[in-house]
């Protein structure tokens, strides 16, 4: 497993911890020597994670739903109480939703916003500010390479990921002048549960799987190439793998040329409507 020195010692809030890209990253954190504040609304996937993980660092599983502001309130004082300052807070947690526009119902897209923008949102407004205070700290907010590039079949999840990266963007030239970063990581597919039946409506998860434009990656790799970028680029926004970054320079430049992968995607769940 790579391991990350300049992390060790280092104060980590990491949200959505239990799953996918979360517990990949936080196996990595533990392995470079972070103090880990894993939070999830999941408590037997956090005891699970915490028998699981190995490595110099310590851990500190919190259950929280991200979209619970005042639980969210309570549990950033604790950590505060704990450990006095907080040098970085990975705003992780979120969900999906596919499938075509017309069949999503109204709760749906208000349940996937309040965990996947909202959540973020929360973390913001809790952690910046004493960050500033600091005079340092890193925010890194997972959006994904949806976000950037419109993919049909995932208006809502697409929608929410996009406002998270033009936040991440525009908070970052904000938080410069107070010694704060801020990152925004674009992921592509990733083979984890947030891609469960249940979060797939109107086709059947194994057909759409297959359609995918692009092949999933693990979510150890995810996160070893995630976390790689947010360290060593200074650009703000970490694009991977590089079949993602293909597709995003394409959806920026020749929008047109993903045209056929929309229609792929499209044509999955027209079939399976009728």
């Known amino acids: 497993m790579r391991t990350f020195p300049e992390l060790h010692g280092k104060t980590v809030i990491i949200t959505g911890a239990a799953s996918g890209i979360g517990k990949a990253m936080s196996k990595i954190l533990m392995a470079s020597g972070a103090t880990l504040y894993a939070l999830d609304m999941n408590a037997a996937g956090l005891r699970d994670l915490a028998d699981e993980l190995t490595g110099p660092g310590q851990i500190h599983p919190m259950t929280l739903n991200v979209a619970d502001l005042e639980a969210y309130r309570v549990v950033i004082r604790e950590i505060l109480q704990r450990a006095g300052s907080i040098d970085y807070l990975f705003n992780n947690a979120g969900v999906t939703l596919l499938g075509l526009a017309e069949q999503i119902p109204f709760e749906r897209w208000r349940w996937l916003s309040d965990i996947n923008l909202m959540g973020v949102i929360h973390g913001i407004e809790l952690v910046y500010p004493l960050m500033i205070e600091q005079g340092r700290g890193h925010i890194v907010n997972t959006a994904s390479v949806a976000g950037g590039t419109g993919y049909a079949t995932s208006a809502a999840y697409t929608a929410s990921k996009a406002a998270v990266l033009e ?108």
């Open 167 to 274: 936040l991440s963007r525009s908070l970052r030239s904000e938080a410069k002048a107070y010694g704060v970063k801020v990152t925004v990581m674009c992921p592509g597919y990733v083979d984890s549960s947030i891609f469960s039946q249940e979060r797939i409506v109107g086709a059947d998860r194994e057909v759409v799987i297959n359609d995918l434009p692009v092949k999933m990656m693990s979510p150890d790799v995810a996160a070893a190439g995630l976390l790689n970028g947010v360290l060593r680029s200074n650009s703000g926004l970490v694009v991977y793998p590089l079949s993602s970054k293909i597709l995003w320079t394409l959806s920026q430049w020749f929008p047109s040329a993903l045209t056929p992968l929309h229609r792929r995607l499209i044509r999955v769940f027209h079939a399976e409507k009728n």
